[in-house]
């Protein structure tokens, strides 16, 4: 079995400050995938950023990136200039080829505060 | 817009009934996955087709099923309804099997069960 585990029930941060969102991660599998999504207040859920296990330089996604430390087993999503938009819940998720589906964290709310 | 489209958005209805959530998954998706996001479970995974055949099963109550078309759209069914089932309800679909695909997330469906 997996389990994501997001310590930080909500968070703020000042606009166009960098923000750091937790997430550690268990599972057997050798190979899996470490997802990041945004839910907006409107409901929809958003794909920010994936990396693989076997990736070797963390994953990059415009403003945000993603701080991969395998032997913690955590994938760490940091957004670099938070803007007013950036405020929602924020999930991360994990994949396995094992289990079809992904398996999300109890999720953080951001809010950007101007 | 991630391409899956997801109908009706909002459902309202009362104890005891039936509905049909309805998922056209992105041009060229083979599996359509089904996740439901409550206040006290969070999000969680409920049934997954491929290619028209179920694939993996989660949480799912007895009284919910699926079934995914030949054109590839698939519907949730959800019946003798309970104030619990009341959630938003979202259709995800990625290419293929893998268990860890980006996963491409319709709008989702919300029901507010009286």
């Known amino acids: 079995a997996q389990k994501i585990t997001q310590t930080q029930p909500g968070m703020f941060v000042q606009e166009k400050e960098a923000v750091t969102l937790d997430c550690t991660y268990d599972?057997?599998?050798?190979?899996?995938?470490l997802f990041w999504y945004k839910q907006p207040s409107s409901g929809e859920m958003i794909f920010l950023i994936y990396?693989?296990?076997?990736?070797?330089q963390n994953a990059t996604e415009g403003r945000y990136s993603l701080n991969f430390q395998k032997a913690r087993k955590s994938a760490n999503l940091v957004i670099s200039a938070s803007q007013l938009g950036d405020s929602a819940m924020y999930f991360c998720?994990?994949?396995?080829?094992?289990?079809?589906?992904?398996?999300f964290g109890s999720g953080t709310r951001l809010q950007v505060q101007p | 817009d991630s391409g899956v489209t997801q109908t009706p958005k909002h459902l309202i209805t009362a104890t005891g009934q039936r509905v049909t959530l309805r998922c056209s998954p992105r041009?060229?998706?083979?599996?359509v996955y089904w996740y439901q996001q409550s206040l006290d479970q969070g999000l969680q995974f409920l049934i997954q087709?491929?290619?028209?055949?179920?694939?993996a099963k989660g949480n799912i109550l007895e009284r919910f099923s699926a079934q995914q078309f030949p054109d590839l759209h698939s519907e949730l069914n959800l019946s003798s309804l309970e104030l619990g089932d009341s959630a938003l309800y979202f259709c995800?679909?990625?290419?293929?099997?893998?268990?860890?695909?980006?996963?491409?997330f319709g709008p989702g469906t919300r029901l507010t069960v009286l």
């Open positions: 599972t057997s599998d050798q190979s899996y995938g």
């Open positions: 087709y491929y290619n028209g055949e179920e694939r």
């Open positions: 990396q693989g296990s076997y990736d070797e």
């Open positions: 041009s060229g998706d083979l599996s």
């Open positions: 995800a679909s990625t290419p293929g099997l893998a268990g860890f695909d980006e996963q491409f």
């Open positions: 998720a994990i994949g396995t080829p094992g289990r079809r589906a992904l398996t």
